[in-house]
């Protein structure tokens, strides 16, 4: 696929550049390759490409998902591609993702301030925004049908055998960073998941063919 990293923030592309897709073993990218596929089929009949990220509490994993789905589908100019999160339940963005994604160059504003925040994302001047706030699967903000649901979390992945809905279900779970909360590991351990993410989907979006 063609890129145009000029469009996106500077920080997140030389963040891009930097991320080391080769260093991906053969069966990660067994797992990751179920995803590459769906979107190819989606990309290759001009179809809508809807990913809803999920896990247990929408609260780290399947908003880092959903922010860098987003963003390297603008990088390798994949065009209709439209990333939703949710959860099994519904908590709130850890502030911790906030300042990561922050950290990395995204544009992150509240918009409510709440015991469930929503926040503006964004990773270009010229893009959408991205909309980030905890929610269930099945909210009335994500798709309720032709979609791939990506489950980011075992436990998630475990407890919903079914979801409404989807096209196709793919596992492609990741450890939690909140295991490190409230530790002096947290900022390093969350930056260190953000990059495994964008590193997975940056190889992902780079087997699309136009």
């Known amino acids: 696929m063609t890129t145009k990293s000029s469009a996106l923030f500077p920080e997140i592309a030389t963040i891009i550049k930097g991320l080391t897709p080769d260093n991906i073993t053969a069966e990660r990218k067994t797992v990751l390759q179920p ?3 769906f979107i190819q089929s989606k990309y290759s009949k001009n179809q809508e490409i809807r990913l809803n990220f999920i896990c247990t509490h929408n609260s780290r994993r399947s908003h880092l998902s959903q922010v860098w789905a987003q963003t390297l589908a603008n990088y390798f100019d994949v065009k209709n591609v439209f990333c939703y999160s949710g959860g099994t339940e519904a908590t709130a963005l850890f502030p911790m993702v906030v300042q990561t994604l922050q950290h990395s160059g995204f544009d992150v504003k509240a918009i409510s301030k709440n015991e469930n925040p929503i926040y503006s994302i964004k990773y270009s001047d010229n893009e959408h925004p991205i909309i980030g706030f905890s929610k269930k699967l099945d909210d009335d903000f994500n798709p309720k049908s032709k979609f791939a649901a990506i489950m980011t979390c075992s436990q998630a992945d475990g407890g919903c055998p079914f979801i409404a809905g989807a096209e196709q279900r793919i596992p492609i779970t990741y450890d939690d960073p909140k295991a490190f909360d409230h530790t002096p ?8 998941r953000s990059l495994q993410i964008a590193t997975e989907l940056f190889y992902v979006f780079s087997q699309i063919n136009s």
């Open 35 to 37: 995803l590459a596929d």
């Open 185 to 192: 590991q947290q900022a390093e351990k969350y930056n260190e």
